[in-house]
Nanobody, 121 residues
Framework: QVHLAESGGGSVQAGGSLRLSCTAT????????MGWFRQAPGKEREFVGV????????RYADSMKGRFTISRDDDAKTAYLQMNNLQPEDTASYYC??????????????WGQGTQVTVSS
């Protein structure tokens, strides 16, 4: 069983930055794709981005490109989401997920509990 725990959320002003971490216990971390999602109140869950098994490839939602960066440290069993130039519309709960299957359409098998990010104008 894989357990994921996010950390690093908080409150920032518009234009600020945060780095979220997602640390895994159990399983073989290096065999998972690591995805990030977010969900704002009253809205559906939204894909943020994903990083490949070896960290060599990343893919982002269009609205996050150029502002968000995903990385991973397999020795630390941790994935990161660096968020820059945050805007109020980025306010949401952010979740990490461990995935398997194809790079194009992974299946996310394990999810964290989420961490709240609040951006004020």
């Amino acid at each position: 069983q894989v357990h994921l725990a996010e950390s690093g959320g908080g409150s920032v002003q518009a234009g600020g930055s945060l780095r979220l971490s997602c640390t895994a216990t159990g399983g073989i971390f290096s065999t998972f794709l690591m995805g990030w999602f977010r969900q704002a109140p009253g809205k559906e869950r939204e894909f943020v981005g994903v990083i490949s098994w070896n960290g060599g490839s990343t893919r982002y939602a269009d609205s996050m490109k150029g502002r968000f960066t995903i990385s991973r440290d397999d020795d630390a069993k941790t994935a990161y989401l660096q968020m820059n130039n945050l805007q109020p519309e980025d306010t949401a709960s952010y979740y990490c997920a461990a995935g398997s299957g194809s790079w194009a359409r992974p299946s996310y098998d394990y999810w964290g509990q989420g961490t709240q990010v609040t951006v004020s104008s």
